[in-house]
């Protein structure tokens, strides 16, 4: 066997299928795109699922990837055996319509024999039992006994919804040797570790219909998976996925943190991979654009953050650590994916935020756990309700399987329907924020049968606002019709058409479609199975397929848009300039009248900051700098140093943009064509939308001058109010503030005096019932402080008693009650105030000797007080 690390692994097997005539793509990011079926890309194939299905073209036939991947469905698992992880990667070849079994079975062969020089003697294959085929290659032109090819009927391979692209697959599996042996029956197909998976070809080459009926398709494709992990294993010769150089190094470092070994005992060892398995999973998440969060792949994020820092906690590791583990991570996968060490000191920053806040409730909810299964044993149930399970996970963030493991740990079962049940609200908004995402699937087949009849519409868009052109198809409520007449709305597909089809960001354009007879508006325009389509209302006349129209974008729109999506990637390279090269974008909106952009970063923007942004990108836009399209390679394009996005899956071909020298960025969208056209960029906020996520909204052009036009207007009648100049208006205002503190205060003073001089005026409405002198008495325009005051002086004044005050505050009632200590185990100023405050609409409260309320109806202060003198009565 040829000694090989990861690194060298993964290359090799690149380098082996571009040898054989297939595109390189670079992995896709971890969050799916246009995929509202996927939390995360799980499998290499998931990011070309639009290609197996026909909802769009593949940049070449033949593609392979090294695609990273997260799964979670078996977490429980992940430490305790050797092979199950949430990240992972996983290589793949791909062919579209090109070649089939005998060359992804014979190249298979020549990568593992020869390239990885495993021993033939020590290689098995499986087989669909009704795959002859498959079979017969592998015994006449590999050359494979009979006796090691064993048909498996599960090596099938289909969709989970039971229909669509469905066929065999044949997997290779390598004898690790009898050490790894179950015992004396173990044979090929059992569970133990003897015989290791490492190649799975899928030949797609049936669709499964609804009645269950397998139709040869007519383009029948290759979906190969090696999890690379694995195939390290073998040629490093060790006994886990976690023992390889792309894993080990972090158990190592946490050795060097902890002092303890890994192999002391199996729930060390567990502590140990799980640690390292889910900083993986979070550094390269996270360098993808998850962050934390109570929802969707925020929250899976969440759980595998603080299921890690809780087996930290079985290393006597107490503090955030995690964190610290990410540039470990960094070193073993940079030379994969060179994104990460772009993108480490965010993932720190990030990482260690949500450990810290983590820390804050884990030693207290770890206390009530410990109480709950305390108790369930003591009353002898053997479960943790899921009432419990989520109350731990709402109010102290504690996942689910966290509950569960420390359950396990102490024989205890968690009751997970019960969790579900209350968790159903959660979930159903979670999944409806996720169907946000991309255009439903429902309406696809439509959009690719007229793509395939009539062929791909064409874009002239960039260099034009109109065309002379010809209607291909007209849809009216997903159905395609011959014609559409007046009062009708749907959709209308051109055979060449200049209208910009919603994406990154970029909203649709409008228009009008001109030709006899008719009046036409287009009202927006999408993209579906990469078919342009355009909504659009037949105001007058009737329009018919194969119609020659002329086709118009709303010129003023269009150029607002320019505006604003040029200033977009003006705005990016400012963000990186003044708060440092972590920012990256994290989302954006162009619309004429205003654009969003969203970013990574940490904190909210200082004021100097946002105008430090604005003064930057306006001094670009001055400079005028020419805004330049070039149309390459993506590999030309990342040589050049252009940006891409994290979200955006490029094809083969890229548009790359550049203003001037200042910006380059890969991009779809139309723009102006010298930055001084943008005229204005100013910002109108900058807020927080998500943990780590910060957001601009700006305008520019008209939009901008219009904003500030209406600022001055503000501004001038501000001024004309406080008889100032609009220069000397902040100078007028801080004055004019400051008479009014003054006048304050002695408004307060003369409130005080007057309600002092009516002490002895009020003493003299002083009544005996009982044997106890009680004072009820309303009084004017006195606020609560003074109020308060006139009481504490009426209670000095009378020696023992109950005093009842309310003030008339504009029709805002003010109550206030004192009892003298003397008195306080008789009559209690809040029990009495309760009552009062009542009669008035009001409430209130407070000590034995005293107490507040307020109330809404001041004409009822004569019944409120008559009140007080009931009780005192009673």
């Not at 969440?302 to 610290?324: Q, T, Y």
């Not at 959660?426 to 007229?450: H, N």
């Not at 037949?538 to 119609?547: A, L, N, Q, T």
């Not at 990342?638 to 548009?655: I, P, Q, W």
Request: glycine content about 10%.
């Amino acid at each position: 066997m040829k000694k090989m690390t990861g690194n060298e692994l993964r290359k090799a097997y690149l380098d082996f299928f571009e040898s054989k005539g297939h595109m390189i793509l670079p992995s896709a990011p971890l969050i799916p795109k246009n995929d509202p079926t996927l939390l995360w890309i799980n499998a290499g194939m998931a990011p070309l699922k639009p290609f197996f299905d026909g909802r769009a073209i593949p940049p070449a036939r033949r593609l392979a990837t090294a695609q990273k991947c997260i799964r979670t469905k078996d977490i429980e698992n992940v430490g305790k055996t050797a092979r199950h992880h949430t990240f992972f990667e996983m290589m793949g070849n791909f062919s579209f319509g090109d070649y089939f079994k005998e060359e992804a079975i014979s190249w298979a062969w020549e990568f593992v024999t020869e390239v990885m020089e495993l021993p033939v003697d020590r290689l098995w294959v499986t087989v669909h039992p009704d795959d002859e085929e498959a079979s017969k290659i592998w015994r006449e032109i590999i050359g494979l006994p009979m006796e090691r090819i064993v048909k498996d009927p599960e090596n099938f391979w289909e969709i989970g919804t039971g229909t669509g692209p469905c066929g065999p697959c044949t997997e290779i599996y390598f004898d690790r040797g009898e050490e790894y042996s179950c015992g004396p029956d173990c044979k090929m197909g059992c569970e133990c570790d003897r015989y290791l998976e490492i190649w799975n070809n899928v030949f797609t080459q049936y669709n499964q219909t609804e009645e269950g009926e397998y139709l040869p398709l007519p383009q029948k494709n290759i979906d190969t998976g090696l999890g690379l992990e694995r195939l390290a294993s073998v040629l490093q010769e060790v006994n886990s996925n976690y023992e390889t150089d792309l894993v080990f190094p972090v158990i190592v470092r946490v050795q060097e943190m902890t002092g303890i070994d890994y192999r002391q005992s199996e729930q060390v060892r567990t502590a140990y991979r799980v640690i390292a398995d889910h900083v993986r999973a979070i550094t390269f998440a996270v360098s993808d654009g998850a962050i934390p969060s109570n929802e969707g792949r925020g929250y899976v994020i969440r759980r595998i953050l603080r299921r890690a820092v809780r087996w930290g906690r079985v290393l006597n590791i107490n503090e955030p650590f995690l964190f610290k583990l990410v540039p470990v991570v960094v070193e073993m996968m940079k030379a994969g994916y060179s994104e990460l060490e772009e993108k480490m000191d965010q993932v720190v920053r990030i990482v260690k935020n949500e450990e810290e806040r983590f820390q804050e409730t884990l030693d207290q909810g770890l206390s009530i756990l410990n109480q709950m299964i305390s108790e369930q044993k003591r009353i002898g149930i053997d479960e943790i309700t899921g009432e419990q399970a989520f109350k731990l996970y709402d109010t102290f963030g504690f996942p689910l399987d966290l509950t569960q493991d420390l359950a396990e740990e102490q024989d205890l079962n968690v009751d997970i329907r019960g969790f579900q049940a209350a968790m159903d609200e959660q979930r159903e908004r979670a999944r409806s924020a996720r169907e946000e995402y991309g255009f439903g699937e429902a309406g696809a087949d439509l959009y690719m049968q007229i793509r395939d009849e009539k062929g791909m519409p064409e874009f002239v868009g960039y260099s034009t606002l109109y065309a002379d052109t010809e209607i291909l198809a007209l849809i009216k409520d997903g159905e395609l019709v011959e014609a559409l007449t007046a009062g009708e709305i749907g959709q209308v597909i051109l055979k060449t058409t200049p209208f910009y089809a919603a994406s990154g960001g970029q909203i649709g354009d409008t228009g009008r479609l001109e030709g006899h007879g008719i009046t036409v508006t287009v009202t927006d325009t999408r993209k579906v199975a990469e078919v342009n389509c355009s909504d659009l209302l037949v105001e007058d006349g009737e329009v018919k397929v194969g119609m020659r129209v002329r086709a118009i974008v709303e010129e003023g729109i269009r150029k607002d848009i320019c505006r604003n999506h040029t200033v977009t990637h003006i705005l990016h390279k400012a963000l990186k300039e003044i708060l440092g090269e972590h920012v990256n974008q994290a989302g954006s909106l162009v619309e004429p009248n205003r654009m969003r952009f969203d970013f990574n970063h940490f904190q909210a923007l200082t004021k100097d900051e946002v105008k430090a942004i604005e003064v930057r990108v306006n001094a670009i836009i001055r400079l005028n700098f020419l805004v330049n399209t070039t149309v390459t390679t993506l590999d030309k394009a990342k040589d050049m140093g252009a940006v891409a996005l994290f979200d955006e899956k490029y094809g083969s071909d890229v548009r790359v943009v550049t203003v001037g020298d200042y910006s380059m960025e890969l991009c779809g969208g139309t723009h102006v064509s010298a930055s001084g056209e943008i005229g204005l960029f100013k910002i109108v906020s900058e807020t927080g939308i998500a943990a780590g996520v910060r957001r601009i909204e700006a305008m520019t052009g008209r939009s901008a001058l219009e904003f500030l036009s209406r600022r001055e207007t503000l501004l001038e009648e501000a001024a004309e109010l406080v008889k100032a100049n609009p220069e000397d208006l902040v100078g007028r205002l801080e004055r004019l503030v400051q008479e009014m503190k003054e006048k304050d205060k002695e408004i307060i003073i003369l409130k005080q005096k007057m309600a002092g001089s009516q002490v002895e005026d009020l003493l003299g409405q002083v009544k005996e019932i009982n044997g106890v002198k009680l004072l009820t008495a309303k009084v004017e325009g006195i606020d609560g402080d003074a109020l308060r005051n006139l009481g504490d002086e009426l209670k000095q004044k009378l020696g023992s008693g109950v005093i009842v005050l309310a003030s008339d505050l504009g029709g805002k009632v003010l109550l206030v009650t004192m009892v003298t200590d003397d008195l306080t185990k008789r009559y209690q100023a809040g029990k009495i105030i309760g009552q009062v405050a009542k009669v008035v609409g009001g409430g209130g409260g407070g000590r034995p000797n005293m107490a507040q309320a307020g109330g809404k109806d001041a004409a009822k202060i004569d019944q409120a007080l008559a009140k007080a003198e009931e009780m005192i009565r009673e």
